[in-house]
């Protein structure tokens, strides 16, 4: 397909990268319950060998979040999309040679290492060329509602592929599982070739770390407003069961529930209200729920809590990420969008040690106010960003 200009056309386009999205971020999804699995009774290894094996993917995307964003502005967001489903693809090739019986136990683990690195990889190259692509296609004034359709596809991924993997891996084995992730993401890669790329923006290029300085903000916005979904998702059914509370596995249903019907009704505000206004009141619900968890008296209040938790983040990635499109020219807007990003991850990948370490000393109560807290002061975040032009 030839190059086209920014713009010019609208969203089956988006539609169409938004299913290779969900694809490509099934291998992701499905491979989280199942690579400990098979790090203990594959691999033979213990629980840390197995924690570290998912854990490094999210590292590998953190650190390549920028050079993707670079890559991004400099060739496109069609190539580096390409070249990230292609790495999907090497990923699960890679990790399905781990149970090849020749092999010594080191080196099963030290080439499933690599192939999540891989993952990771191609994890950055993906989302920050779908944005950049996707927001190529419909003009910088419809960034909201693009990133939230970016969103949606990721979280879909996640609510079916944590149970397709565990079934497949229970149905075909290990290298069944990594078969089809390498096959979901070759499918993506098809369908992509219907949608025409932009040309890369000309213009003066910037360092990395000059534009994190452009967009700090409302980077340090979704990053505080990540650490009450991490808290959710890794200490609430603790939190129920030291309790004696029923319904512990709800906690997260509930969240998603609120989460989905947020991006499906309002991904649109964000264009339309302005990102800073919509980031600001999202993150108030975000820390009522927190709260709301903190102080519940049963478990019904702390589900409710769960779901204004959803509720409240659901749009400040997307509202935040307009503000940043809008903040930065448009030859840099890949590079911005992978920093952008990196906050939440680094978020997502600090929160459980650090909030663990304080509920071991002061209770599971005590992460959500930590997490409410962390909103509160998003709010902040997000008012500022707001006051330099967003």
Request: glycine share 16%; with cysteine.
């Given at each position: 397909m030839s190059d086209i200009t920014e713009g010019t056309t609208g969203f089956p386009q988006v539609i169409i990268l938004t299913i290779a999205l969900f694809l490509s971020y099934l291998t992701v999804a499905m491979a989280l319950p199942a690579i400990p699995v098979h790090v203990v009774e594959g691999i033979g290894?213990?629980?840390t060998w197995g924690g570290l094996a998912v854990g490094i993917a999210f590292l590998s995307t953190i650190l390549t979040r920028g050079r993707a964003g670079a890559w991004t502005d400099r060739a496109g967001g069609r190539l580096t999309m390409q070249c990230?489903?292609?790495?999907?693809?090497?990923?699960?090739?890679?990790?399905?040679?781990?149970?090849?019986?020749?092999?010594?136990?080191?080196e099963s683990y030290a080439l499933l290492l690599v192939g999540r690195l891989v993952l990771g990889l191609g994890e950055s190259l993906v989302l920050v060329g779908m944005m950049g692509?996707?927001?190529?296609?419909?003009?910088?004034?419809?960034?909201?509602?693009?990133?939230?359709l970016v969103g949606m596809g990721m979280y879909g991924a996640f609510a079916a592929g944590g149970p397709l993997g565990l079934t497949l891996l229970n149905r075909t084995g290990f290298v069944g599982l990594m078969a089809v992730c390498s096959v979901l993401p070759l499918v993506g890669l098809v369908i992509i070739q219907f949608v025409p790329a932009i040309e890369p923006n000309a213009g003066p290029r910037e360092s990395f770390w000059r534009i994190i300085g452009r967009i700090w903000r409302p980077g340090a916005a979704v990053g505080l407003q990540g650490v009450g979904f991490a808290a959710l998702g890794a200490f609430f059914p603790l939190y129920f069961l030291s309790n004696g509370w029923p319904y512990a596995g709800l906690g997260l249903t509930f969240f998603g529930t609120g989460f989905v019907a947020m991006r499906l009704l309002c991904g649109h505000l964000p264009d339309r209200m302005g990102g800073a206004r919509v980031a600001a009141i999202s993150l108030v619900v975000e820390a009522c729920g927190q709260y709301l968890i903190w102080l519940a008296p049963g478990p019904y209040a702390a589900l409710a809590g769960a779901l204004l938790t959803g509720i409240g983040c659901s749009m400040v990635f997307p509202s935040m990420g307009s503000v940043v499109v809008k903040q930065v020219p448009a030859q840099l807007r890949g590079t911005a969008i992978g920093g952008f990003a990196a906050f939440q991850d680094?978020?997502?990948?600090?929160?459980?040690?650090?909030?663990g370490v304080l509920a071991d000393h002061s209770g599971y109560s005590f992460v959500f106010l930590i997490g409410g807290v962390a909103a509160t002061l998003g709010l902040w975040a997000a008012m500022a960003a707001g006051g330099d032009g967003g």
């Amino acid at each position: 397909m030839s190059d086209i200009t920014e713009g010019t056309t609208g969203f089956p386009q988006v539609i169409i990268l938004t299913i290779a999205l969900f694809l490509s971020y099934l291998t992701v999804a499905m491979a989280l319950p199942a690579i400990p699995v098979h790090v203990v009774e594959g691999i033979g290894l213990d629980n840390t060998w197995g924690g570290l094996a998912v854990g490094i993917a999210f590292l590998s995307t953190i650190l390549t979040r920028g050079r993707a964003g670079a890559w991004t502005d400099r060739a496109g967001g069609r190539l580096t999309m390409q070249c990230g489903l292609l790495a999907y693809a090497a990923a699960g090739g890679i990790c399905a040679l781990t149970a090849w019986p020749v092999l010594t136990v080191a080196e099963s683990y030290a080439l499933l290492l690599v192939g999540r690195l891989v993952l990771g990889l191609g994890e950055s190259l993906v989302l920050v060329g779908m944005m950049g692509w996707a927001i190529g296609l419909t003009g910088h004034v419809r960034s909201g509602r693009v990133i939230s359709l970016v969103g949606m596809g990721m979280y879909g991924a996640f609510a079916a592929g944590g149970p397709l993997g565990l079934t497949l891996l229970n149905r075909t084995g290990f290298v069944g599982l990594m078969a089809v992730c390498s096959v979901l993401p070759l499918v993506g890669l098809v369908i992509i070739q219907f949608v025409p790329a932009i040309e890369p923006n000309a213009g003066p290029r910037e360092s990395f770390w000059r534009i994190i300085g452009r967009i700090w903000r409302p980077g340090a916005a979704v990053g505080l407003q990540g650490v009450g979904f991490a808290a959710l998702g890794a200490f609430f059914p603790l939190y129920f069961l030291s309790n004696g509370w029923p319904y512990a596995g709800l906690g997260l249903t509930f969240f998603g529930t609120g989460f989905v019907a947020m991006r499906l009704l309002c991904g649109h505000l964000p264009d339309r209200m302005g990102g800073a206004r919509v980031a600001a009141i999202s993150l108030v619900v975000e820390a009522c729920g927190q709260y709301l968890i903190w102080l519940a008296p049963g478990p019904y209040a702390a589900l409710a809590g769960a779901l204004l938790t959803g509720i409240g983040c659901s749009m400040v990635f997307p509202s935040m990420g307009s503000v940043v499109v809008k903040q930065v020219p448009a030859q840099l807007r890949g590079t911005a969008i992978g920093g952008f990003a990196a906050f939440q991850d680094l978020s997502y990948g600090a929160t459980a040690p650090v909030v663990g370490v304080l509920a071991d000393h002061s209770g599971y109560s005590f992460v959500f106010l930590i997490g409410g807290v962390a909103a509160t002061l998003g709010l902040w975040a997000a008012m500022a960003a707001g006051g330099d032009g967003g």
